[in-house]
């Protein structure tokens, strides 16, 4: 059973100035938990989000935040090496992680030695160690991890994670880590993060800028009742669902 959840949306002009909020919100929140629990354990996605995080890696909050305290996780990635121009690893390393200083060993990617079953019961199997360690918290309502952010985006056609608009993985309710062999948008082998994990976090923040995304955002944040069509229409959290959005992207609400 989901905990209820305040849900957020904040608009801004330009791409430029959801990147400058971006960088504020979570170098808050990085604070606020390394000083509640002494660590920060952050989600990234592939996608334009990487680029949005820039802000991130320049002062002043490359000098002030606790880069040694954070742990990195992926809501999902491309079963490819990890020098492949697909590989969500790659855009995150290149973009963001090489211009901080987070410890190698606090960076968790895939093993991209292994086939996508293979790869999502490898990663589920190292987040049920780190939780026994509590480097990532247990969610005391649905006994699923519970990261402190998970950084999303969203495609044109709704879906977050690997997780796709009609597609069986949307209703998986036990597992951490799954994996999909038919993605409909290419790489067609990935492996994702369930939405039991997803919705279990204590913040997620959906960033979501351009105009070709106009018409999944205005269903997403319309009042449509169940059933759902769309993966983000699912989203939730323990405390707090962000949406960071710029005009173009907000256009038909
Ligand atoms: O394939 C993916 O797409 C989504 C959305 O990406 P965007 O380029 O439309 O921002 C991304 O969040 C996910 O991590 C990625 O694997």
Same mark, same amino acid.
């Given at each position: 059973?989901?905990?209820?959840?305040?849900?957020?949306?904040?608009?801004?002009?330009?791409?430029?100035?959801?990147?400058?909020?971006?960088? %504020?919100?979570?170098?808050?929140? +990085?604070? /606020?938990?390394?000083?509640?629990?002494?660590?920060?354990?952050?989600?990234?996605?592939?996608?334009?989000?990487?680029?949005?995080?820039? /802000?991130?890696?320049?002062?002043?909050?490359?000098?002030?935040?606790?880069? !040694?305290?954070?742990?990195?996780?992926?809501?999902?990635?491309?079963?490819?090496?990890?020098?492949?121009?697909?590989?969500?690893?790659?855009?995150?390393?290149?973009?963001?992680? +090489? /211009?901080?200083?987070?410890?190698?060993?606090?960076?968790?990617?895939?093993?991209?030695? *292994?086939?996508?079953?293979?790869?999502?019961?490898?990663? %589920?199997?190292?987040?049920?160690? *780190?939780? %026994?360690?509590?480097?990532?918290?247990?969610?005391?309502?649905?006994?699923?991890?519970?990261?402190?952010?998970?950084?999303?985006?969203?495609?044109?056609? !709704?879906?977050?994670? +690997?997780?796709?608009?009609?597609?069986?993985?949307? /209703?998986?309710?036990?597992?951490?880590?799954?994996?999909?062999?038919?993605?409909?948008?290419?790489?067609?082998?990935?492996?994702?993060?369930?939405?039991?994990?997803?919705?279990?976090?204590?913040?997620?923040?959906?960033?979501?800028? !351009?105009?070709?995304?106009?018409?999944?955002?205005?269903?997403?944040?319309?009042?449509?009742?169940?059933?759902?069509?769309?993966?983000?229409?699912?989203?939730?959290?323990?405390?707090?669902?962000?949406?960071?959005?710029? %005009?173009?992207?907000? +256009?038909?609400?």
């Amino acid at each position: 059973m989901a905990a209820q959840f305040q849900k957020k949306v904040e608009i801004f002009e330009t791409e430029e100035e959801v990147a400058v909020r971006l960088g %504020q919100y979570t170098a808050d929140l +990085s604070a /606020k938990f390394v000083r509640e629990r002494g660590a920060f354990t952050v989600v990234l996605s592939g996608g334009t989000l990487i680029d949005t995080l820039r /802000k991130l890696a320049e002062p002043p909050y490359k000098n002030i935040v606790e880069w !040694g305290k954070w742990h990195v996780f992926w809501v999902d990635e491309r079963v490819v090496k990890k020098t492949h121009p697909d590989s969500n690893y790659k855009l995150a390393f290149d973009g963001f992680l +090489s /211009k901080v200083p987070i410890p190698p060993g606090q960076i968790y990617a895939i093993n991209d030695a *292994l086939p996508a079953e293979g790869a999502a019961e490898d990663y %589920q199997a190292r987040l049920k160690h *780190l939780v %026994q360690r509590n480097v990532i918290a247990t969610s005391k309502v649905t006994g699923f991890p519970r990261f402190d952010l998970m950084l999303l985006g969203m495609g044109p056609c !709704g879906h977050l994670a +690997s997780l796709f608009p009609a597609h069986p993985l949307c /209703k998986e309710k036990t597992k951490w880590v799954t994996y999909i062999k038919d993605s409909p948008k290419p790489p067609p082998q990935r492996i994702t993060f369930t939405f039991p994990v997803i919705n279990s976090a204590a913040h997620n923040a959906m960033v979501v800028t !351009g105009d070709d995304l106009a018409d999944a955002v205005q269903i997403a944040l319309g009042n449509s009742v169940p059933p759902f069509t769309l993966p983000a229409q699912l989203l939730a959290a323990e405390e707090e669902v962000t949406w960071f959005l710029d %005009q173009t992207a907000a +256009s038909k609400l």
